[in-house]
């Protein structure tokens, strides 16, 4: 029912992490900005930043409303996504691609603790049931 | 747009020429404050100009011209009384720097709506300096603040439920506190165990509405309120929906600390258009030093209402002047015109309404959480997600049949949430009306979701595009290009 590539971890709050080039990606799922609707805005942290596992790094603005991005992962901010800032409708049209947020350094997390493409659908199913 | 009906040299006035001598411009302001070039402003006749503002006025959709059911925002009507009772000259040109002596009559009004407020809110002094409900809550979070800080036990965060509005979290973050979501339960109401878990020794309080924004009534505020003094904290209450418990129960019994209410909802005074509107934030006695600086005080021997500046311990001022006064005197005669029956009233047919039309939509519009509902309800159009369409979509359509939609899309906890609370003035056969247009609506999404999705079709603009509004904001009017680009 949404895409779900097998190369990353997912969170319950729906951010999904992936490693690339010894750094963590962090991003928003499909389904994530299916539910925002049309992403009208992204505040995303400066470079720098110390972000913590679990809490809000972020946020998505839509037409609909304003969502928390919380981090997947702790460690320091090395990028940010300055297209997804300046065209937030990539979150939108390539979540899991170009609408990346932000890049993270990798020391320090655990990526095996959080859910595969697997849990995370099983996850999605019975919060939709609910 | 009035800029493109402007022709160079008309105008809606003409003034004599002077004929007393004054000082000239360039004695008045210095050269760096004087424009070089006058603005480009709109030059039209009179006659245009009305004509313009009046057909732009006949677009509008208003509760004098029907119903409005924006959940959250008991859109109820403005009785015309309190109109008249504002543009009484001895009121409406009233001046904010009068001496007291002067204005005796008017301070006396506040002084009896502060009274009247208190008793039906439970609290022992209120203020109408906020001048609507987030400002109310910046001033009761500004209140608990130095509250503790004048205890010597500074705190650090607030929690909130995660059906409340938006802007609590936006109130308590530019208080400087830190916002601490608690969840709702399978009744939609707190989640007590969570939220005793969540109260710490750095808990400054907890913002709560009762009934909350799915229209349920948090039937635990008792132990809520138990838990959270226990704990050190206060109970605020955000007073957004009053509405349905106005004259039968009171906030200051359930045990909260501090009040806000929106005079613009619960009292009937004008809402929307920006306003203005009224925030009052009433609290108990111990929270009284604290209360925005000046106070209106009886002296009982000289027979006189004053104002005291001498509040050392007051937040100080969040407003100029006295708050909304024009907007406080409509509130006053709407609560003169009622009387303490009325008001239970209000109360009772809000809940009574809400319940109806939640009845008769149910089947095609079920609630997110079952059982009878305060003045509001919060059904789900997820049903129709099969069919690609949306909540949004249901409400342009509605819009075709002479309604003002609902709040859709909250609370957050509700998917494709559809918020409607059609408040006690509307009769039953608006009430009837409107839940056939939805019922048909939800016909319609089964037989043409097309039509609903190129919804509204009957408005002078159908349906803008939302998210490219908000992506490249242009708010001012610039001349078109004449060689044809924009």
Same mark, same amino acid.
Request: aromatic share 6%; proline share 7%; charged share 25%.
């Given at each position: 029912?949404t895409n779900l590539?097998?190369?990353?971890?997912y969170t319950?709050?729906h951010e999904w992490?992936?490693?690339?080039?010894?750094?963590?990606?962090?991003g928003i799922t499909d389904y994530a900005q299916?539910?925002?609707?049309?992403?009208?805005?992204?505040?995303?942290?400066?470079?720098?930043?110390?972000?913590?596992?679990?809490?809000?790094?972020?946020?998505?603005?839509?037409?609909?409303? !304003? &969502?928390?991005?919380? =981090?997947?992962?702790?460690?320091?901010? $090395?990028?940010?996504?300055? +297209?997804?800032? #300046?065209?937030? /409708?990539?979150?939108?049209?390539?979540p899991y691609?170009?609408?990346?947020? !932000? &890049?993270?350094?990798? =020391?320090?997390?655990?990526?095996?603790? $959080?859910?595969?493409?697997? +849990?995370y659908? #099983?996850?999605l /199913?019975?919060?939709?049931?609910? | 747009?009035?800029?493109?009906?402007?022709?160079?040299?008309?105008?809606?006035?003409?003034?004599?020429?002077?004929?007393?001598?004054?000082?000239?411009?360039?004695?008045?302001?210095?050269?760096?404050?004087?424009?070089?070039?006058?603005?480009?402003?709109?030059?039209?006749?009179?006659?245009?100009?009305?004509?313009?503002?009046?057909?732009?006025?006949?677009?509008?959709?208003?509760?004098?011209?029907?119903?409005?059911?924006?959940?959250?925002?008991?859109?109820?009507?403005?009785?015309?009384?309190?109109?008249?009772?504002?543009?009484?000259?001895?009121?409406?040109?009233?001046?904010?720097?009068?001496?007291?002596?002067?204005?005796?009559?008017?301070?006396?009004?506040?002084?009896?709506?502060?009274?009247?407020?208190?008793?039906?809110?439970?609290?022992?002094?209120?203020?109408?300096?906020?001048?609507?409900?987030?400002?109310?809550?910046?001033?009761?979070?500004?209140?608990?603040?130095?509250?503790?800080?004048?205890?010597?036990?500074?705190?650090?965060?607030?929690?909130?439920?995660?059906?409340?509005?938006?802007?609590?979290?936006?109130?308590?973050?530019?208080?400087?506190?830190?916002?601490?979501?608690?969840?709702?339960?399978?009744?939609?109401?707190?989640?007590?165990?969570?939220?005793?878990?969540?109260?710490?020794?750095?808990?400054?309080?907890?913002?709560?509405?009762?009934?909350?924004?799915?229209?349920?009534?948090?039937?635990?505020?008792?132990?809520?309120?138990?838990?959270?003094?226990?704990?050190?904290?206060?109970?605020?209450?955000?007073?957004?929906?009053?509405?349905?418990?106005?004259?039968?129960?009171?906030?200051?019994?359930?045990?909260?600390?501090?009040?806000?209410?929106?005079?613009?909802?619960?009292?009937?005074?004008?809402?929307?258009?920006?306003?203005?509107?009224?925030?009052?934030?009433?609290?108990?006695?111990?929270?009284?030093?604290?209360?925005?600086?000046?106070?209106?005080?009886?002296?009982?021997?000289?027979?006189?209402?004053?104002?005291?500046?001498?509040?050392?311990?007051?937040?100080?001022?969040?407003?100029?002047?006295?708050?909304?006064?024009?907007?406080?005197?409509?509130?006053?005669?709407?609560?003169?015109?009622?009387?303490?029956?009325?008001?239970?009233?209000?109360?009772?047919?809000?809940?009574?309404?809400?319940?109806?039309?939640?009845?008769?939509?149910?089947?095609?519009?079920?609630?997110?959480?079952?059982?009878?509902?305060?003045?509001?309800?919060?059904?789900?159009?997820?049903?129709?997600?099969?069919?690609?369409?949306?909540?949004?979509?249901?409400?342009?359509?509605?819009?075709?049949?002479?309604?003002?939609?609902?709040?859709?899309?909250?609370?957050?906890?509700?998917?494709?949430?559809?918020?409607?609370?059609?408040?006690?003035?509307?009769?039953?056969?608006?009430?009837?009306?409107?839940?056939?247009?939805?019922?048909?609506?939800?016909?319609?999404?089964?037989?043409?979701?097309?039509?609903?999705?190129?919804?509204?079709?009957?408005?002078?603009?159908?349906?803008?595009?939302?998210?490219?509004?908000?992506?490249?904001?242009?708010?001012?009017?610039?001349?078109?290009?004449?060689?044809?680009?924009?």
């Amino acid at each position: 029912m949404t895409n779900l590539p097998g190369d990353r971890r997912y969170t319950r709050a729906h951010e999904w992490a992936m490693e690339s080039d010894g750094r963590i990606l962090v991003g928003i799922t499909d389904y994530a900005q299916d539910q925002l609707g049309d992403v009208v805005y992204v505040g995303l942290p400066e470079v720098g930043t110390m972000v913590t596992a679990g809490e809000p790094l972020g946020e998505v603005e839509s037409t609909k409303s !304003v &969502a928390d991005v919380y =981090s997947p992962v702790t460690g320091t901010v $090395l990028e940010k996504n300055s +297209e997804a800032e #300046q065209a937030p /409708e990539v979150i939108n049209s390539d979540p899991y691609g170009r609408g990346w947020l !932000v &890049a993270v350094d990798a =020391s320090g997390s655990a990526l095996e603790e $959080l859910m595969g493409a697997d +849990e995370y659908q #099983q996850w999605l /199913e019975q919060e939709v049931d609910s | 747009m009035v800029f493109e009906l402007s022709r160079p040299g008309r105008r809606a006035w003409s003034l004599p020429e002077a004929d007393v001598d004054g000082p000239s411009l360039e004695e008045l302001l210095p050269e760096a404050h004087r424009r070089a070039q006058p603005p480009n402003l709109p030059e039209l006749s009179e006659l245009d100009l009305v004509r313009h503002y009046t057909r732009l006025s006949q677009r509008n959709w208003a509760i004098d011209v029907g119903a409005y059911p924006l959940g959250s925002c008991t859109m109820k009507y403005n009785p015309k009384l309190s109109e008249e009772a504002a543009s009484l000259p001895g009121m409406r040109d009233l001046h904010p720097f009068e001496d007291d002596d002067l204005v005796q009559g008017a301070l006396e009004l506040l002084g009896t709506l502060e009274l009247a407020l208190c008793e039906a809110t439970g609290m022992a002094r209120m203020t109408f300096q906020p001048a609507a409900g987030a400002q109310g809550e910046l001033t009761g979070l500004l209140i608990m603040r130095a509250y503790h800080d004048a205890a010597g036990d500074p705190r650090r965060r607030v929690i909130i439920p995660d059906s409340a509005h938006g802007t609590n979290p936006a109130s308590v973050t530019l208080a400087g506190f830190e916002a601490h979501e608690t969840p709702s339960d399978e009744r939609g109401l707190v989640d007590l165990g969570a939220l005793r878990e969540a109260l710490a020794d750095d808990v400054a309080g907890l913002m709560l509405t009762n009934p909350n924004t799915l229209g349920l009534f948090e039937r635990d505020i008792a132990e809520i309120a138990t838990s959270v003094h226990d704990a050190g904290g206060l109970l605020y209450y955000d007073g957004a929906n009053f509405n349905s418990i106005v004259g039968l129960v009171r906030p200051g019994d359930m045990g909260f600390d501090i009040v806000h209410l929106n005079l613009h909802k619960t009292f009937a005074t004008p809402h929307g258009g920006g306003g203005p509107g009224s925030g009052p934030l009433g609290v108990v006695e111990r929270l009284e030093p604290f209360l925005p600086s000046p106070v209106l005080e009886w002296d009982e021997g000289a027979e006189r209402w004053s104002w005291d500046h001498d509040r050392p311990r007051s937040i100080g001022r969040i407003h100029s002047f006295h708050g909304n006064f024009g907007i406080n005197l409509r509130a006053y005669c709407y609560l003169r015109s009622l009387g303490p029956a009325g008001l239970r009233q209000v109360a009772e047919r809000a809940v009574l309404n809400a319940n109806y039309l939640r009845a008769l939509i149910e089947e095609a519009f079920p609630t997110a959480y079952p059982g009878p509902c305060m003045h509001e309800f919060v059904s789900s159009a997820a049903r129709l997600k099969r069919l690609g369409v949306r909540a949004t979509d249901v409400c342009k359509r509605l819009i075709d049949f002479g309604f003002h939609p609902p709040t859709i899309y909250f609370p957050l906890v509700v998917e494709e949430a559809l918020m409607v609370e059609p408040t006690e003035t509307e009769s039953k056969e608006t009430l009837d009306s409107l839940a056939a247009a939805l019922n048909q609506i939800a016909d319609e999404a089964e037989g043409d979701p097309e039509l609903l999705r190129s919804a509204p079709i009957t408005t002078p603009v159908r349906r803008p595009d939302e998210a490219r509004a908000a992506r490249q904001l242009r708010v001012r009017w610039t001349p078109a290009d004449p060689d044809g680009g924009s």
